[in-house]
Every structure is written in C-alpha cells, then in structure tokens.
C-alpha cells in the first residue's frame, strides 16, 4: 500500500496559549512520519479556528503562509466543538485518505498516531483513541463521566467506553459521516453507526499544558444530555413508568383513605396534602421540561440550518484544475481576494454549502 495522505484536524478555541507548542509538536511528528515514508509528503496539519477571540487565528495564518504542513479554516463565528470539528473533517476530506481528530491541548498522546496510521493500512477504516485509564482525572471528573459511558449503554446507546474525539477515519467514513444531516449533534454516538472496520488503539492521557478547559461542568452537563436526548426515548418511557406507578399508587392510597373514612379513623392534617401535591407538581414538571427538550430538538431539526459559514479557507490554496472547473466563480472569487500563498481567499456561503452536502 502506498503512503497515504493524512490530515490530522485540529479545532480551536481560543488556544493561543498552548497552540505554540501544539504546533511544535504535530510538525515534529508529520516531519518524522513522511521522512520514515509512513504516509505522504502532501499531509497535512488543518487547524480549524472556532470563532476565537484571541490570537489564534493570527498564528494559524501565519504558520499557513510559512511552510506547507499547516492549512487554516476559519470560521465565521463561534459554532461549538462538535461543528467545528465536523467542519475539519468535511474540508480535510477533499484531500486525504484518512483523518485524524484530536484537541488542541494534546492531552491525547499524540504517538499513538503511528499505531492508527498502521491500523488504517491494515484495512480499518475507523480507529477509536480509548484512554487506558482515569487515574489522571479528578474524583469527580472521573466518576462522572464512567457513570456518563454505563448510563448510555444500559440506553442502548452504541458508545466506545473511555472515547471522546481522538479517532481516525477513512475518506469512504468521513464521506457515511456526510449524510447524517442531523443539527443535534453528538460524534461520539454518529460514529458507531456507521460500521466498517473498526478497532480501538489504547493510550495514556496527558496533563494540559497551559490554558484552561474548553469544557467546564456547564458544558459537560449540557453535552452528556445533548448525548442523551440525542440518541435515546428511554427518559421519555421512564417519565411514563414513573406516571403510571404514581397513579397506581394513587389509587392503592385513595382505597386505604376512603376505608379510613368509612371507619371514622380519619384525622385532619395538612402534612401529607401538600407532602404529595409537591411531589406530583414535581414530577409533571420534570415529565414536561423532558419532552420539551426533545421537541426543542425536532424544532432544531425541521430548520435544516447550515452547520456552520467558512470565513476564510486556508485548506484549498493551490488546489487541482478540476475544483475550478466544478466550481465556475472560484477563479472570480479568487482574484477579488488574491490568489497568492501570502493571501488566504474567502469562500462564497453557496460554494460551502455545496460542498458540505
């Protein structure tokens, strides 16, 4: 099997931080695997800018403009993670033969890319990054997030245990990947569902350099019921077990009370009134607040809005013959934002959307 062209995608959000020595990092490693001639010269580094309101994507350009690893996807405002890295892997797709997602703090051991590299060649066409072990995270971090992994499977959800986004996929997956138009999205949960030929590569995860966390309990929250909601209707049949258990039990208490009554045992009280008022008003509030969120999420859905707008594409500079003759307002585009490499050249909202289709 010949080399294949790899692009390793890596979102961005406000990383100017540690993004100095991300690159440093990633350079090194496509440097030492295209010398050792386990994959091609034409690999890339894609950095995808999130809407950052740092400098991160001043230093994107300017690694872009520099040397020929590095290419740059700008986005025209902050979408989310999960946006952005789908963004990454739409773009990278055009050009690769596989593609590699990883953060850019490089907590993922970024070594264990030499093992995906040989898995894809050994025929796989998804390989997950699987943690080893939680030993680094905090006690409630970790207790939090293995609760998080065996609640999603006692659901019936698909997921890889102890997988986040490190993974490796195949052009033919990427272009699966592409028909799942849904806007909820949840990769952890797409990804299973395509099938192919998977495998797991275990590893050890890293201390963040510097920074902060892109995801603190607020999002973590929202991501793990995003994850939920998403992929399960078993919080919607637990509301309806909980529904017909009160009732049942309304009834086996109502017979108890009515005998009361009929026996003159009966004592006024307000205790239990409002004791049991409280707790049915507490469940139809929560039954109601759960199938609002998944209506809220067919209302996202029936909008069909795009995922995500490019604002400046770094990826596609000096791209074949064949993309100009695809697309016929390219070269009009291109002159009007300069065709050079010193120049990145913005990208019509219609030439995306085609694209992404």
Known sequence: MEEPILTVVIPCFNEE?????????????????????????????????????????EMIYKESIEGELVRGLKLARNVGHQN??????FSAKK?????????????DDIQVIHEF????????????????SRESDRFFKRTTAEGFYKLMKKMGVDLVYN?????????????????????????????????????SVYYDRKERMAGDTKYPLKKML????????SFSVTPIRFVLLVGCISFLGSLIFGSYFLSLKFYGHTETGWTSLITSIWLIGGLQLIGLGLVGEYIGKIY????????????VDLVNLGIPNSYEETHPTFNTIKKKAGSTRNEGYRVDEHIQNSETR
């Open 95 to 107: 050009l690769s033969d596989c593609v590699i997602s990883i953060d850019a703090d490089l907590q």
């Open 163 to 199: 997988h986040a986004d490190f993974r490796l996929m195949s052009k033919r997956a990427i272009e699966e990947l592409e028909r799942y138009q849904e806007s909820n999205l949840f990769l952890r949960g797409i990804v299973p569902l395509i099938g192919f030929k998977t495998t």
């Open 17 to 57: 931080e540690v993004l100095p020595e991300t690159l440093v990092q990633l350079k090194s490693l496509l440097h030492e695997m295209i010398a050792n001639k386990k994959i091609s010269p034409d690999s890339r580094l894609l950095f995808v800018d999130d809407g950052s309101k740092d400098s991160t994507w």
């Open 222 to 229: 929202a991501f793990a019921l995003d994850g939920i909601t």
């Open 84 to 89: 952005a890295l789908l963004a990454g892997l």
């Open 300 to 311: 996202k859905e029936t909008k069909r809005r795009p995922k995500y707008n490019v604002d």
């Open 117 to 132: 590299v040989e898995k894809f060649k050994n025929g796989y066409d998804i390989v997950y990054g699987v943690r080893g």
